[in-house]
């Protein structure tokens, strides 16, 4: 189908997916991501594509596969598409998908006997929350959780930073800390908490053993209550005078720990 700027409806939708206001979708953009989002088995509800794309055969190949599973396809000029994209260099695509949901028993389910899980609490900055989604799936981690107050991971632009690691991990999203906390106590999970006040070094930490490792905020981390829950608190040892990473670097170092135990 070929739309104009007269027919709105479709444009219309993929700027409130893209702006979050229809939280039921997700808004994936670019042919990589496109394409990753057709293997994970998403639902696809919509694909719009420029004029110009279907002019490459990298592009074709992709959108003809599109069209055979997506409730609705639609060709547009390069102009509405650059009204719709999230980027400053748009890419030609945009495709608009049902969001996975993931509720408790679900995500328990999709565990192994030895799970390696990373919380992400009140991680406000998307850019981070994609980074370390895209470290989790190259560490081997088996779920991520994200509580109230975390950059939605289903976010364009956190799904841009995850490439792709979004629709493969499973992903428990919006649960109230104190609730993970237990969930993970009654799973017989060890909490591990990164904290640059703590005693002991990741080091001397035994990842091997179940272990959900907790992220806390960039600009404070985690408070003295939320590290007091958990069983440990570990810290990355820091030279000079420098206070923290950041936090996307941290999970990439602690997971890497996890991953060489292991």
């Not at 993929?14 to 039921?24: M, Y």
């Not at 794309?53 to 959108?63: P, S």
């Not at 055979?68 to 998908?97: F, H, N, R």
């Not at 006997?113 to 998307?126: K, M, Q």
Request: hydrophobic share 45%; with cysteine.
């Amino acid at each position: 189908m070929k739309i104009t700027s007269r027919d709105n409806s479709l444009l219309s939708r993929a700027r409130a997916v893209r702006d979050g206001k229809a939280p039921e979708s997700i808004f994936v953009e670019g042919l990589r991501l496109c394409e990753e989002a057709l293997r994970s088995g998403l639902r696809i509800e919509t694909v719009i594509y420029s004029e110009r794309l279907v002019r490459k055969d990298r592009a074709l190949g992709l959108i003809r596969e599109l069209e055979q599973v997506a409730e609705k396809t639609a060709s547009v000029s390069e102009k509405l598409l650059d009204s719709i994209s999230y980027t400053k260099t748009p890419q030609g695509i945009v495709l608009l998908a049902s969001r996975p949901f993931v509720d408790a028993d679900q995500f328990s389910a999709r565990q192994g006997a030895t799970p390696l899980l990373v919380i992400l609490h009140r991680i406000n900055n998307p850019v981070n929350v994609g980074a370390i989604l895209r470290t989790a799936e190259a560490a081997g981690v088996t779920g991520v959780i994200t509580t109230v107050g975390t950059a939605d991971p289903f976010s364009p632009k956190a799904l841009r930073g995850a490439m792709g690691a979004t629709f493969r991990l499973p992903t428990w999203s919006g649960v109230d800390y104190q609730h993970v906390i237990e969930w993970a106590r009654q799973h017989r999970i060890q909490i591990a908490c990164a904290d640059v006040h703590a005693s002991r070094s990741f080091t001397e930490i035994d990842f091997s053993l179940p272990t959900a490792i907790v992220m806390g905020a960039e600009s404070e981390g985690l408070s003295a209550e939320e590290v007091a829950v958990a069983d440990i608190a570990v810290k990355i040892p820091m030279k000079g005078s420098t206070e923290s990473l950041n936090v996307a670097v941290a999970a990439g170092i602690l997971l890497y720990e996890a991953a060489r135990q292991r």
